[in-house]
């Protein structure tokens, strides 16, 4: 067990590596900063309805962003393995395949969740200053749903690397997301005013399709509304996780069977 | 000293149409350094992705220490050298091997004891600090065979591992290779080097289309009349005289 453990934690660390040594992702933080911060501190003439609609740009910036960094390095963990052929020397080594999904997936997560977590505290600093709640409950809820949301689009990006080229994965990803995110709560409407394949198309896309919109509580922070129930906070968290781990499943069932 | 460390016994390895490996019977006695010979598409490089567990055969049985080597234990045993050591750019040798040595499971001390005896032993000591991406290929290769060595393993498997050196780096390669056969080390090595293959081995192993027409020890060859192991690969190649 604790060979095991050492093996995960090589792999979560050489995710982490990765992605902070990574230039591009640098840029598109200094980017994000650059719009968050000034937003979030932003208070145009005294106006609490325009703060607020600054606040839920900053949040959307913070959801695009963790979006891009999700699929960037869910889609690139196999991918670039494969692509680099330093895949082989790894799998001669006495790993599993298994364990290899589970210790890339989790350093994925983990970074994924370091940018979050960064973001989100930075958030919470610039409401404070502003005299708002900072550290509330409801701010806790949207960081660990948000977070629940980035661990299933790494899986989904794993996932995906496996049945798609990369470029194709993280572009079907990178729709099929915020898709779901502003227009997956609309779908039943939708497919109540369509009529034949289209009515059944959305009505799967529905029941089938990961709903972002599950793990979106920016409207609750904006407005003040305060947290969600714990039994409702609680079901979507285990509908996030059930759904990631579905997808890694799914990735590991065509890892193995993948020939190098 | 004659337990075998692999065997391969009617393995068949097919992509499609194309057979890669055809009903290829091979062993590799413990101790025993046997270089892999062949023409480009001969099956070397897919009968030693069979034997690392990274390929499953069609058909046949592959045993690595009396194992599956598809089962990651068995693995443990090995330390493998691909042909291209692409490794991970963004690192330097120190933190690449660190990495391996927690894939292989090592506790932090042991690694860091094996790194600074195994980047002596290759050479690449000055060269720690630097990240892969600045290496030149025979320096890659150097990280490459200390990937390979970290963990100590009974059998090296090593993908050619003189493609792309210069003459001094050969030379050091050569030397490195035999002090870990001195040492008792199993070395099985693919290569289109046939002086370098002729200095190292104790025997040769020659594929042609799948198939391995040649397997023997290398010292016979001059007793034969072959000469030299050129005259003996253009002969099992070219005229199909099989020893």
Same mark, same amino acid.
């Given at each position: ?6 093996? =995960? ?9 990765? &992605? ?36 839920? #740009?900053?949040?959307? &910036? @913070?959801?695009?962003?963790? =979006?891009? $960094? +999700? ?19 790894? &799998? ?12 890339? /997936? $989790? ?31 409801? &701010? ?12 299933? @689009? ?12 990369? +470029? ?37 896309? !529905? ?14 922070? @904006? ?8 039994? @409702? ?9 059930? !759904? ?17 | ?50 034997? =690392? ?5 069609? +058909? ?19 330390? /493998? ?10 690192? *330097? ?6 990495? /391996? ?26 060269? #720690?600090?630097?990240?892969? %991406? ?48 001195? %040492?008792?080390?199993? =070395? ?25 027409? !040649? ?12 000469? *030299?192991?050129? %005259? ?12």
């Amino acid at each position: 067990m604790r060979r095991r453990l050492r093996r =995960i934690g090589a792999l979560v660390r050489l995710s982490l590596l990765e &992605l902070w040594r990574r230039n591009d992702l640098f840029a598109l933080l200094v980017l994000a900063l650059a719009l968050l911060v000034p937003l979030s501190l932003a208070r145009p003439f005294g106006t609490a309805g325009a703060t607020r609609f600054y606040d839920d #740009a900053a949040l959307l &910036l @913070v959801w695009g962003y963790s =979006i891009f $960094v +999700s699929l960037g390095v869910g889609a690139r963990l196999f991918p670039g393995e494969f692509a680099s052929r330093s895949i082989y020397p790894l &799998l001669a080594k006495p790993v599993s395949r298994g364990e290899l999904l589970a210790g890339k /997936y $989790v350093g994925g997560v983990v970074a994924a969740w370091s940018a979050l977590a960064f973001f989100y505290a930075l958030w919470a600093v610039s409401s404070a200053l502003r005299g708002g709640d900072g550290l509330s409950l409801c &701010l806790l809820q949207a960081f660990a749903l948000h977070a629940v949301f980035s661990a299933l @689009v790494v899986a989904a990006a794993v996932a995906g690397s496996f049945l798609l080229t990369p +470029s194709a994965n993280a572009t079907l990803l990178a729709i099929l997301f915020p898709a779901m995110l502003f227009f997956g709560r609309r779908l039943p409407e939708f497919a109540e005013g369509a009529r034949g394949p289209v009515r059944l198309l959305a009505r799967a896309a !529905y029941w089938i399709a990961p709903h972002a919109e599950f793990f979106d509580m920016r409207q609750r922070l @904006v407005h003040g509304w305060g947290g969600v129930d714990p039994a @409702v906070f609680l079901a979507a968290a285990g509908y996030g996780i059930a !759904y990631a781990l579905l997808l890694l499943l799914l990735a590991r069932f065509l890892f193995e069977r993948k020939s190098l | 000293m004659n337990e075998n460390v692999f065997e391969l016994s009617g393995v068949c390895r097919s992509f499609g149409a194309l057979k890669a490996v055809d009903d290829l019977t091979l062993s590799l006695a413990r101790g025993e350094v046997t270089g892999f010979l062949g023409t480009n598409g001969a099956g070397k490089t897919t009968t030693i992705k069979m034997l =690392i567990g990274l390929l499953r055969p069609t +058909s046949g049985t592959v045993r690595l220490f009396g194992g599956d080597p598809a089962d990651a234990a068995t693995r443990a045993r090995i330390g /493998y050298m691909p042909e291209t050591a692409y490794y991970y750019p963004y690192l *330097n040798v120190r933190e690449l091997l660190a990495f /391996y040595g927690g894939v292989c499971g090592m506790d932090r001390r042991t690694v860091r004891s094996r790194t600074e005896e195994l980047l002596e032993e290759v050479e690449l000591a000055d060269a #720690a600090r630097r990240p892969l %991406r600045t290496y030149s290929k025979g320096m890659l290769q150097r990280a490459g065979i200390a990937q390979a060595l970290l963990h100590d393993p009974d059998l090296l498997v090593l993908d050619e591992p003189f493609t792309g050196l210069d003459p001094l780096a050969r030379i050091h390669f050569r030397n490195l290779l035999r002090r870990l056969r001195d %040492r008792g080390k199993s =070395i099985f090595f693919s290569s289109h080097e046939l002086g370098e293959t002729e200095l190292l081995c104790d025997h040769v192993a020659i594929m042609k289309r799948g198939r391995c027409i !040649y397997h023997g020890p290398v010292d016979r060859l001059a007793g034969d009349g072959r000469g *030299n192991l050129e %005259r003996l690969f253009l002969d099992v190649l070219e005229k199909g005289v099989v020893a």
